[in-house]
């Protein structure tokens, strides 16, 4: 059904890295242009109790009379999804250099234990006597988390890094309240996450922006000092900031936002920098989510599921969602929902529990010693692959990085070579692109984090494809201009997808009369 | 390159002054900005702006950008063609990618001739 | 060298000299030195073999459901998911990549997402989808958050038997400046025992009100009347939020049909385990012209620069890495390799064994119903037509009744005393496909005894 097409023209494409990809292809067809009516997969047992007529139960007006779904055989199901499968790029056969996504690779056995039937069939409300393994779980990684930050509150229930920052920010406002008066403004760097921002005033707050230092990368600290006053319930900081940099006055700052009451929120996309090097909570920090999914190995699943665990300072405890897991003197677990100053659920049931076993599983096999090799090897990787690219690329700041760099794609501007085509040509090197344009205070930034897991020799064979795409940018920008060639599809166009969406598949006739 | 009968705010905003109503857009300088515009979200008909405040976004696909009155004033009219055809901020900032018609009720903001706006431009490259 | 490490030290001392410095710390000069490399309190690192040996164990300590009967649902529902979804959800180009930025390398998981909208707005009747939000407890929250922007209104009616902990999820998601959250009455114990619905909602709704939340079916079961509902609040600009249940969708008409605006829908009972209820994935479907509005990623068509079809993210000016403070929501990726599940199961199932399901599981509760309403004491409760899921009174206190059939390896019903103090004597059974005639009579015999 899919035929490839001619591949593209290769012959000035050599390849450093080997794209899964050879070219352009037909489009795989969706699942309702392959539906013929009445096929079906397989059945049901045959209905052991007595059959009941649906007449007699469901109002009519209530029935459904059209139900479109897609009609398709077991073989159409599994060739269809396995050829969608190999339209993609994954961790597994690409190196994913993309800066602050901490794309390691996820230990296979960590799949094997969460797909245990013990841990897999347990309904979220069963019994608390027959869930004492799924407990201890939880309970064994919030001590484990507790340690790793330093900051002895923690629960698992947000799913996602920007589910944990609100849970975190609703904590800090809940906090305030009971002290009084929940405060007006969040300060956060101009160099933060969009989430940051967009947390921010979900919970309410007015976000004001701190600029950064042009020769530091770091907070611009004459402008935090001014914006600082006792309004401010937290800042929200980036430890390492995103420019992979420490922020070397991160002991002041906490101090200073502490005089005024004012919380000090770490966003933990980059915990991986600081894993077995620095404990967050030691240097004053009052609450972090920890990215499970990046920092403790949950695969991203090409967008989720993943883990956003928060972690609060001692005081800051009776505000964590409930319920958490406790243990009795007994040893039994339980969870406790009896916490008046809770700022209450964010999730349905207990979060993403199969994620968080995963990471359990993970940081039991890492142990002190691994968690201790953690985040040295990041940063050294992190090191090792700038070194390799100095000579190519200017970097934003030019200083020992954490684990993770920006580059300054501008001085390719003059080839009429973008930030965006680099990217787009070392897929044809058979490497997913690096984080693009991110953060914003960097024009044509590419934001590069190989990770503690990459070996010496995937960092230089891809350290040489992008001094190769640096030379073609330079020699040949035309081909670098039009990359990726190899791929299935080329550029889209998404200015069309913005003006003319189509969100869904329609019959053609409807389609047509869409718009 | 600007035209020098309108007169234009440092936001990229520019304002036609036509006796009873003025008619408001962004500039030359602002749909280059931005890119392909691919949806303008702007006021309903009654409703009043107020000069130097947002009243409305213009968007491309990786950009938004708020668009912030050039003076205070009664919507009386705004340009439907954009609901469908949003390019013509692009192609026409000063034409047909007009954006809303108002009757001015106070004071305009801070604005500037075309000669001022250009000058403005040059220090910003 | 750790397990998960791939450089030797050998290759780790090359490095630092091509870095140019000659000991690992000396890339930690700008941590504050008191601080550096603290001690963790935490044992040491597990073999594989010993992490697999420890972690099996525990799981054995968990009583597993597939191994024992159970009728809890209360929003949590055990369905049986067709093999080939674990197979292809393990496919590692789908379990090992990052979410698709780079449209070119990603357009199986692009491909998958227009795929689930397409079905997500098959199932409800609506316009449009996102890529998912987290749950449908999270749902419940955005949904509110979005109709009170659509609406510049701060008033959210929620009736009291949308599912306690999306209420509670509601509460928190609305917890900031600004949104008032009313809980509306929406059932009644009457003299006999039984219990009636709440029909006329019409006093609560005026100017004020941004939108009514209702579930359908409802948290105890039965069917909310849904007929009228959004009319009543279109006559004052409302919005009605439905929180659906994509099973019953088989045999249910659709929202879109009665008027939501907004529908929100728990996906991941229908494509795996239950999980421990996480992780989860929540539909998210709204009327076209709300999309502006709408939370999460979004995935649309379009061609490349030769018209080859192909899929993108799509409306992301909506979205917190463009938009920041004024971004719809936080929300960044949500739950991509759930909701993949979802749909192959709904492409496996198609509308007949999707109906299958709905009609096995609805005439399973019957027989449950029909066999306890048998048994002195006991008496089903609703007066309103339920599906698949139905509060039973008992003679004793639903947590006693409970614990002598965990004492027979029966995992029993959701004990409504947690729900309401008013149905302290009541239990929540639940029961679908998965269970057997056998189960229900084992039920059944031990409750006779008590």
New interface residues.
Partial sequence: MTTTDRPAETGHSPARGTSIFSGRQAAVPTVFDRSVPGRRAGSLPALDVPAVDLDDIIPLAERRRDLPLPELSELDVVRHFTRLSKRNYSIESEFYPLGSCTMKYNPKIDETIAALSGFRNLHPLQPESTIQGALHVIHHIQAQLAEITGLPGVSTQPVAGAHGELTGILMARAAHLKAGRARRKVLIPDSAHGTNPATAAMAGYEAITIGHDRTTGELDFDDFRAKLDDDCAAIMITLPNTLGLFERRIEEICRLAHEVGCLVYCDGANLNALVGNLRPGDVGVDLLHVNLHKTFAVPHGGGGPGGGAICVAASLEPFLPAPVVTRHPDGTYAFDADRPDTIGRVHGFHGNFNAVLRSYAYILQLGSDGLAELGANAVLNANYLKALLADDFQCYVDRICMHEFVLDGRPFREHGVRTLDIAKRLIDHGYHPPTIYFPLIVPEAIMIEPTETESKQTLDEFAAAMIEVAREARETPEIVRAAPHLTPVGRLDEVRAARQPDLRWQPRQAAGQAH | MNPSDLQYTKEHEWLRDAGTVAVIGITHHAQDALG?V??V?LPAIGSTITAGRSFGVV??????SDLYAPCDGEVVAVNGLLATT??LVNTDPYGDGWMIKVRVTGSTGDLIDAGSYDAFLATLH | MSGFISTTPAEQQAMLARIGVATLDDLFRDLPAKHYRPTLDLPPGLSEMEAWQSLRALSETNLDLDRHPSFLGAGAYRHYAPAAIGHLVSRAEFLTSYTPYQPEVSQGTLQAIYEWQSIVCALTGMDVSNASVYDAGTGVGEAARMACALTRRHRVLVLDTVNPSYRDVLATYTSGPGIEVVTVPAWRREGDGTLSRVTDFTPWIDGSVACLIVQQPNFLGWMEQVDGLAAALATTGGILVVVADPVSLAVLRSPGEYGAGIVTAEGKWTGGPVDFGGPLVGMFACRRDYVRQMPGRIVGATVDGDGRPGYVLTLATREQHIRREKATSNICTAEALIALATTIYLCQLGPQGLREVAGQSIAKARYLATEIGRLPGYAVLPTAPWLYEVPIRCPRPAADVNRALLAEGIVGGFDLGQYSPDLADALLLCCTEVTSRADIDRLVRVLRTL
Avoid: G, N
């Fill in positions: 392909d691919v949806f979200e968007e491309s696909v990786k950009a938004a949003p390019d």
